[in-house]
């Protein structure tokens, strides 16, 4: 019996955005028609800012992808202003119709209020998918939300988590895991205050290996773990920040106060 071969092609994810600089009636018909006509499949559609349209497609072809984009160059009143393989940023903005704030300067920083908890949760349950290393600070006040929203990404991503320290019912300071929570299907959760602040040499040990693992990490107070420890913000892939309104300040001045003021998430 002889192996055969898959003949089909693979279908690929893109990502399409246009500006809309008059919204005419049939508009997106004529787009619509267009994509049908290149057997492109349309898997999501929404706006996405002020007079932008962003479009979730799927495709087998390379070349009709980049037909596609020849041809809406063609198309009047529109700008084609994306088309790429989607990043999380694109499927989020096209589930939740908008895009999520990030840091001009810094890149990796992404910014949140209160209000926005679904999408935070989202967003991280996005990169908890992921496989292998990976490192996130989320930086935020006391009782916003920056534990709960952890846990509930966690859940959404299917994986389970572990408090390495943390605050959220009692103090809670590993100084060793279980031979199960140490797998790349765990994300772990650490206090950044409690855990150099108030932790014995035995958990420094077991957080540098953690650290370590191919798996999903999250800080909670970065600032305060670089200040502490050996690491650098450079080490983190992600910095979320998490407000209770847009311009509130996120002060650690009350941290060297007294920890307890500022230990409850």
């Not at 299907?185 to 958990?203: C, K, P, Q, W, Y």
């Not at 798996?215 to 690491?231: C, G, L, M, N």
Request: charged share 30%.
């Amino acid at each position: 019996m002889t192996n055969q071969v898959d003949t089909h092609p693979h279908k690929k994810d893109w990502y399409l955005e246009y500006q809309i600089h008059k919204n005419r009636p049939g508009l997106l018909g004529d787009i619509s028609s267009l994509l049908g006509m290149l057997q492109v499949n349309i898997i999501a559609i929404n706006g996405v800012d002020v007079n932008r349209r962003g479009m979730l497609l799927e495709s087998e072809d390379d070349e009709r992808i980049a037909l596609l984009k020849q041809l809406l160059e063609r198309v009047d009143n529109i700008t084609v202003t994306k088309m790429r393989h989607p990043k999380i940023r694109d499927r989020l903005a096209v589930r939740h119709g908008r895009y999520i704030e990030r840091d001009a300067d810094d890149k990796k920083t992404f910014r949140f209020v209160r209000d926005e908890l679904g999408l935070l949760v989202d967003f991280l349950a996005e990169i908890f998918k992921k496989e292998g290393h990976q490192l996130i600070g989320i930086r935020g006040m006391p009782r916003v939300g920056k534990t709960e929203s952890i846990v509930a990404s966690s859940v959404c991503a299917n994986k389970r988590w572990s408090f390495v320290s943390s605050t959220l019912l009692r103090q809670t300071v590993r100084s060793q895991m279980a031979e199960d929570e140490m797998s790349p299907d765990h994300v772990f959760i650490v206090d950044g205050i409690v855990s150099t602040l108030r932790a014995s040499e035995r958990h420094h040990m077991l957080l540098r290996e953690i650290l370590r693992l191919p798996a999903s990490k999250v800080v909670e107070h970065p600032d305060i773990f670089v200040r502490e420890t050996e690491y650098t913000l450079d080490d983190f892939d992600y910095i979320i920040e998490l407000r209770n309104e847009q311009d509130e300040e996120i002060k650690y001045e009350v941290i060297d106060q007294g920890f307890s003021s500022f230990g409850m998430n």
